[in-house]
DNA sequence: CCTTGTGTTCTCCG
DNA sequence: CCGGAGAACACAAG
């Protein structure tokens, strides 16, 4: 499951790889991919370059830049390439195409593109590919204008590694709020980047159960949890990201925080810290791990 | 049956 | 009956 560090990675990965190239072509596998209007998606993305690559939680923004000839008229406001990787999308730049005969494979590999996964490819000038692999098709890539791109990334909150936290402000929310702390935590509303492996890693690094309601927390615990949110992305993104399941970075290659998990996958194992055994159960309908001694 | 991110819909409560 | 909150569902495939 990419989840903001994962996006980071891959966001930057990108960066070195993809900007300034001319898009010579786009091959659309499964056409249910692209959200919106499809002839629309080929005639802004052929012959444009991406100028710049943004991130905002999980969401991945590609700014188009046209490269029509001097004089053309390009008064017309600026697209974006908007991406959402859900949970099994992934973004896979490569110098050359096809590294399997037939350019098809089932391999899970992600070495090893295109495969059967592969939904999307875009094909630079010169060299270089970019595929957009997903397996369960919950991802999806969308042409979006100035306005859109706004009013999506102005619905969810800051993102803890891109702004400072209003700690404050957010522990006001926090505490306004029935529900368990975990479900706070997850909803984007709140703060844009947080998925189920980093709420159940961050509630361990802060002693606090993941069922418990966000209003029964004093303040300065919600404070607590707030300010290990940002270190605790930082050193994932160090790591590269989580690979748990299916996520790879922008060049294939897995991610190493997994070693680095305290809680999540870990049910029924040691608690690295005290020895207890890590339960495992269900909370905000998302399985959920936590250390019975370390969390309170 | 399980896994999960997000958008939508349903249900509950005052 | 309304609004808001929170829960449940839909989506998909292995």
Redesign the pocket.
Known sequence: ?P?LPEVETIVSDLRKKILAKKIADVEVRLPRIVAGDFSDFKKKLIGAKFKSIGRK??YIFLEISSVFPAGHNTSSKKAYLLV?L??TGQLVYKDKYGLVAGGHSDSTDPALVPNRWTRAIFYFSGQGCLFFND????GYLKIVGPDELGR?LS?IGPDPVLEELDINALAQKIKA????IK?VL?D?KLLAGL??IYVDELLFRSGIRPQTPAGRLSLPKIKRILENVNPLLISAIESRGTTFNNYVDGAGKSGSFSQKLQVYGRGGKKCRKCGSIILKT?V????THFCPRCQG
């Open positions: 499951m989840e939680g999980k959402h859900k949970m397996l369960r098709t919950f999506i619905k709020r029935k529900t368990s479900a997850l984007q998925g189920n269900k905000a309908g998302r399985g």
